[in-house]
T-cell receptor, first 117, second 108 residues
Framework: EAQVTQNPRYLITVTGKKLTVTCSQN?????MSWYRQDPGLGLRQIYY???????DKGDVPEGYKVSRKEKRNFPLILESPSPNQTSLYFC????????????????FGEGSRLTVL | GQSLEQPSEVTAVEGAIVQINCTYQ??????LSWYQQHDGGAPTFLSY????GLEETGRFSSFLSRSDSYGYLLLQELQMKDSASYFC?????????FGQGTELSVKP
């Protein structure tokens, strides 16, 4: 089954305790990206990756890190979480324009609800 | 700045037609996509317009006019299960911008 898998789905942590949210896709997609969703603000892009070893900042990258060492994985790292990073996080992937198969369709994971106390 | 504007809420009755607008102020983009999201679940893809004009997919259609900086999602034969949030999004070569979403309520 084609899917994007995020873990953990739910997490409560404390300020300053480093955490990683994993994201894996099995569709051989070149493009992967992370978003946070807050009430009234819609989806805001944190980071994106056009392919392995290529990452770039989205609209709200402060306080986050990413890496793309393998095509299928794109973990989101919060080195020192703060309460303002309490949010619902989504990972998504798609074929990229460079593959010739881009059709505007993002495939989203089920989301990771993070609470930072 | 770059932004996409959508109405925050729309209400319609079952069986009706509803249009959700998306107006934008961006410097350029490859295409406009639409997504549906139920109750904080995973957004799911509905439609994509790379070119101006109308794209039809079953009960859903989407339209784009770059000259008017405007697009819309048209939902026909509304069903109760269409009650959800709908987001428009533009792709700027990997950098994606989303609207704040429109919450659609379908009434019996």
């Amino acid at each position: 089954e084609a899917q994007v898998t995020q873990n953990p789905r739910y997490l409560i942590t404390v300020t300053g305790k480093k955490l990683t949210v994993t994201c894996s896709q099995n569709m051989n997609h070149e493009y992967m990206s992370w978003y946070r969703q807050d009430p009234g603000l819609g989806l805001r892009q944190i980071y994106y990756s056009m392919n392995v070893e290529v990452t770039d900042k989205g609209d709200v990258p402060e306080g986050y890190k990413v890496s793309r060492k393998e095509k299928r994985n794109f973990p989101l790292i919060l080195e020192s979480p703060s309460p303002n990073q309490t949010s619902l996080y989504f990972c998504a992937s798609s074929f990229s324009g460079t593959s010739g198969r881009y059709d505007g369709e993002l495939f989203f994971g089920e989301g990771s609800r993070l609470t930072v106390l | 700045g770059q932004s996409l504007e959508q109405p925050s809420e729309v209400t319609a009755v079952e069986g009706a037609i509803v249009q959700i607008n998306c107006t934008y102020q961006t410097s350029g983009f490859y295409g406009l996509s639409w997504y549906q999201q139920h109750d904080g679940g995973a957004p799911t893809f509905l439609s994509y317009n790379a070119l101006d004009g109308l794209e039809e997919t079953g009960r859903f259609s989407s339209f784009l006019s770059r000259s008017d900086s405007y697009g819309y999602l048209l939902l026909q034969e509304l069903q109760m299960k269409d009650s959800a949030s709908y987001f428009c999004s533009v792709d700027q070569g990997g950098k994606l911008i989303f609207g704040q979403g429109t919450e659609l309520s379908v009434k019996p």
